[in-house]
C-alpha cells in the first residue's frame, strides 16, 4: 500500500511538470551538464531556472544532466543557465560566483571540476572555453562600458517620459513611454552583470507593464500614477549600474494625498513630474547615486 502511494505520488508529479512544461509557447529542448549533489540541489537548480510560461528545468541528480524546455521568443538556454550559476550551480557552459557557491550548504557543495577559461565580467561569472563569439584577438570591451550600453537606453527613455510628464505633455508622454518599452524589451540581460541581472529580472514585469500602460493612454493624471512605481523600478536598477553621471534620487510629498512619490532625474534641480508648472520645484533631492 505505502509503494503504491509512493508511485502515484511520483506519477502525479511528472504529470504536473508535463502539465507545466505544455503551457510554454513555441518550445524548445536542451539538455546540458549542471553540477550539484543532491535532491536540495534538484531543487534549487529547477527553481532556479524555471519561469512560468516562459521556462522549464528538470534536473536529475544521478547523472547531472538537465532538460531545458523553454519559449524560443520570450527566452534562451543562456539566460536559464546564467540565473541557475547565480544559484550557486556550475553548467558546461557558465560557473557560479565563487562567493555564490561558498554559501551552498555542505550537502551541495560539489566537486567543481569545471575550470575557467574565459573571464565574463559583465554576468559576474565565469564562462567555459567556447561559449560566446570572441576569438582570442578579439579585444572585449570593458564591463563598464558593455553594461553601460545596455541600460543606458532605459535611462535615457525614463527621463525623456519624466521630461514630457514635467510639461503636462500626454501625447509626448504617451510616445515616450513607447520607446522606454522598446528599450526595456532591446537589453539583453547576457551584458549584464550579476547585480544588475538580480535586479533586472525583480523589475522587469513591472516595468513593462507600466511603461506600456502610459503609453497607452493620453491622459497626464493616470500617467503620473503609473510613473511613481515605474520610477521604483527605475532606482532598483539605478542602484547597481554604472552611469556615466550623477543620478538625483528625488521627492514630492504633496502627492497622491500627501503620500508622496519619487522620481529620478539627471540634474539636481526640482523640476517635478507630478505637478509641473503648478508646484514644479515643489520637493527635494534624497539621495545622489553616483
Not at 519561469?51 to 543562456?78: E, F, H, I, Q, R
Not at 560557473?95 to 567543481?112: E, F, I, S
Not at 502610459?214 to 536598477?237: M, P, W
Request: proline share 3%; hydrophobic share 35%; with cysteine.
Amino acid at each position: 500500500m505505502k509503494s503504491m502511494l509512493i508511485m502515484l505520488m511520483v506519477i502525479a508529479v511528472l504529470l504536473s511538470g508535463t502539465t507545466s512544461f505544455a503551457q510554454i509557447s513555441n518550445p524548445k529542448t536542451e539538455t546540458v551538464k549542471i553540477y550539484g549533489n543532491c535532491d536540495m540541489c534538484k531543487t534549487n537548480i529547477e527553481k532556479a531556472g524555471n519561469v512560468k510560461k516562459v521556462a522549464g528545468v528538470v534536473w536529475n541528480k544521478d547523472t547531472k544532466m538537465a532538460t531545458l524546455t523553454y519559449d524560443s521568443g520570450k527566452t534562451n538556454p543562456d539566460e536559464i543557465l546564467k540565473r541557475i550559476a547565480l544559484a550557486g550551480y556550475d553548467s558546461d557552459r557558465f560557473l557560479a560566483p565563487d562567493d555564490v557557491y561558498a554559501k551552498l550548504p555542505g550537502c551541495c557543495r560539489y566537486d567543481r571540476t569545471a575550470k575557467p577559461v574565459a573571464k565574463n565580467k559583465e554576468a559576474g561569472m565565469d564562462m567555459k572555453d567556447g561559449h560566446g563569439n570572441q576569438t582570442h584577438s578579439e579585444k572585449a570591451p570593458s564591463a563598464t562600458s558593455q553594461n553601460a550600453s545596455q541600460l543606458k537606453a532605459v535611462f535615457d527613455g525614463y527621463f525623456a517620459l519624466k521630461d514630457a510628464l514635467v510639461k503636462a505633455e500626454g501625447a509626448a508622454a504617451s510616445l515616450k513611454a513607447a520607446e522606454l518599452a522598446a528599450a526595456v524589451k532591446a537589453v539583453d540581460m547576457n551584458k549584464l552583470s550579476a547585480e544588475e541581472h538580480t535586479a533586472w529580472m525583480k523589475v522587469l514585469n513591472s516595468l513593462t507593464a507600466n511603461a506600456e500602460s502610459i503609453s497607452k493612454s493620453k491622459d497626464v493624471s493616470r500617467q503620473r500614477g503609473a510613473f511613481a512605481t515605474l520610477s521604483g523600478n527605475i532606482y532598483e536598477l539605478a542602484r547597481v549600474s554604472k552611469r556615466d553621471g550623477p543620478v538625483y534620487y528625488q521627492h514630492c510629498p504633496m502627492y497622491n494625498n500627501g503620500k508622496g512619490a519619487n522620481w529620478l532625474s539627471k540634474e539636481n534641480i526640482i523640476k517635478n513630474p507630478y505637478y509641473g508648472s503648478q508646484m514644479l520645484t515643489c520637493g527635494s533631492t534624497v539621495e545622489t547615486l553616483n
